[in-house]
Nanobody, 129 residues
């Protein structure tokens, strides 16, 4: 079992930055895939970014590429999402997720919510215009 707790959300102006954290406990990182998703009101949960333990494969949604950076620090079992140049359309609840297996080679699989077994409770990000 893996427990995930997100933090770092908040209210920021258009063009601002935030860094989200995801603290993992239990059976932690190892070689499992880790990811960030988000869900805006009235919309389905959508993929943001994912990577494997060895950083060989890193995937981003086209909508955040070049603005968001996913990273992890294995020593403290924490994953991060640095979000720069934020836009009002980035407003959503952000969730971290973990899988029992390593990151797949196909982005489509890594971007599917069904691939992940463990989820945090989410942290709200609001970008004002």
């Amino acid at each position: 079992q893996v427990q995930l707790v997100e933090s770092g959300g908040g209210l920021v102006q258009d063009g601002g930055s935030l860094r989200l954290s995801c603290a993992a406990s239990g059976r932690t990182f190892g070689s499992r895939a880790m990811a960030w998703f988000r869900q805006a009101p009235g919309k389905e949960r959508e993929f943001v970014a994912a990577f494997g333990w060895n950083y060989v494969n890193i995937y981003y949604a086209d909508s955040v590429k070049g603005r968001f950076t996913i990273s992890r620090v294995n020593a403290n079992n924490t994953m991060y999402l640095q979000m720069n140049s934020l836009k009002p359309e980035d407003t959503a609840v952000y969730y971290c997720a973990a899988a029992d297996v390593s990151l797949p080679r196909l982005k489509a699989y890594a971007a599917d919510t069904k691939f992940y077994q463990y989820w945090g409770q989410g942290t709200q990000v609001t970008v004002s215009s």
